[in-house]
C-alpha cells in the first residue's frame, strides 16, 4: 500500500496579503486542489491524507475535498508549528498497512505521474529516495555578504518534492527527531540523520515550489501549457438545472 501525505499548513507570509498560498485561487481553483488532483488520479497511490492549518480543516474538507470529489483524501488533519511537525501529524494519520509514503508539498501543483512513479520506484528499491535536480548555476558560499567559497556544482542538486521512503523508516525517524527536538529542511536530512542511504531520481526544473506572488503568473502559464485550465472550469461546481414537463418530454422524444 502506497499513502501521500500532501502538506500544507504553511502560513504562506512571503505571498502577502491575508491569504494562505496553498489556497490561492488560480483560475477559479485552490493551488492545494491542482497537486491533490495529480495524487488522485495516480494509480500508485492508494490513500491520501492532507495536512492544513488547524483552523482550515473544515473549509478544506466542504471547498476542495468534497467540492472536487477527492476520493482518496482519507483524512484532512491539522498541522503544528513547523513543516515537521506538520508531516509527523501527516503520517500518523496513514492506515498503519502502508509499505511507502510519498510525501509532497502542496505548492508544488506542477507535479506529474511520472516524477510520483519515479520516487516510487526508486523507494522500492532503497527504502528512502526523493526528487531532485542538477544545480544550473554557480553556488557561492558567502559569510557576511563575502565570498568565502565557490562550490563545486557538478556535485550539487536542489532537493524537491515528492520524496518516497519505507513507511516504518520514515515515522521512526520523526518520532526520534521530536524526542531529541532535531528539526531538519526536509523529511530526507531526518532519515540521513539516523542512519540510512537516501538516493535521488531526476526531477523537473518545472516541479517548483510557488512561495511569492511573483510565482503565479509562472505556474498559470503552466496550467495553460498543458491544458488545465480548461479542466479546472469544467470542474467548477454548477448548480443541477431542473427541467419542466414539457422539457422532459421533448428531450425523450428526442
Known amino acids: 500500500m502506497v499513502g501521500a501525505v500532501i502538506v500544507g499548513a504553511g502560513e504562506g507570509r512571503r505571498m502577502g496579503g491575508s491569504g494562505r498560498k496553498q489556497f490561492t ?33 473544515d473549509w478544506m474538507k ?8 477527492f476520493k482518496k483524501v482519507s483524512a484532512v488533519v491539522g498541522g503544528g508549528e513547523t513543516r515537521q ?15 511507502l509514503v510519498v510525501i509532497h508539498d502542496s505548492v508544488r501543483p506542477l507535479v ?75 523529511d530526507a536530512s531526518l532519515v540521513e540523520k539516523y542512519g540510512a542511504k537516501v538516493t535521488v531520481a531526476v526531477g523537473s526544473y518545472n516541479n517548483f515550489k510557488i512561495t511569492s506572488p511573483e510565482d503565479l503568473p509562472v ?14 472550469a469544467s470542474q467548477t461546481k454548477r448548480p443541477k438545472r431542473r427541467h419542466t414537463r414539457a422539457q422532459r418530454q421533448r428531450s425523450r422524444r428526442r
Open 62 to 69: 466542504k471547498e476542495v475535498v468534497e467540492a472536487y470529489d
Open 112 to 186: 506529474t505521474d511520472l516524477l510520483i512513479r519515479r520516487v516510487i520506484d526508486a523507494a522500492h528499491k532503497t527504502g528512502a529516495a526523493i526528487t531532485g535536480v542538477p544545480a544550473r548555476d554557480t553556488v557561492k558560499q558567502v559569510e557576511s555578504g563575502q565570498i568565502v567559497g565557490t562550490l563545486d556544482r557538478r556535485l550539487l542538486w536542489l532537493a524537491q518534492t515528492p520524496q518516497c521512503f519505507r513507511y516504518d523508516l520514515i515515522l521512526e525517524a520523526h518520532r526520534r527527531a521530536a524526542e531529541e527536538r532535531f528539526e531538519a529542511t526536509d
Open 85 to 99: 511537525q506538520s508531516v509527523f501529524s501527516g503520517l500518523k494519520a496513514l492506515d498503519p498497512k502502508t509499505d
Open 219 to 232: 505556474f498559470e502559464y503552466f496550467l495553460k501549457q498543458e491544458n488545465r485550465v480548461k479542466l479546472a
Open 25 to 57: 485561487k488560480v483560475a477559479g481553483k485552490p493551488i492545494i486542489a491542482y497537486t491533490l488532483e495529480v495524487f488522485e488520479a495516480s494509480k500508485l497511490v492508494d490513500q491520501i491524507v492532507a495536512v492544513v492549518p488547524r483552523d482550515s480543516i
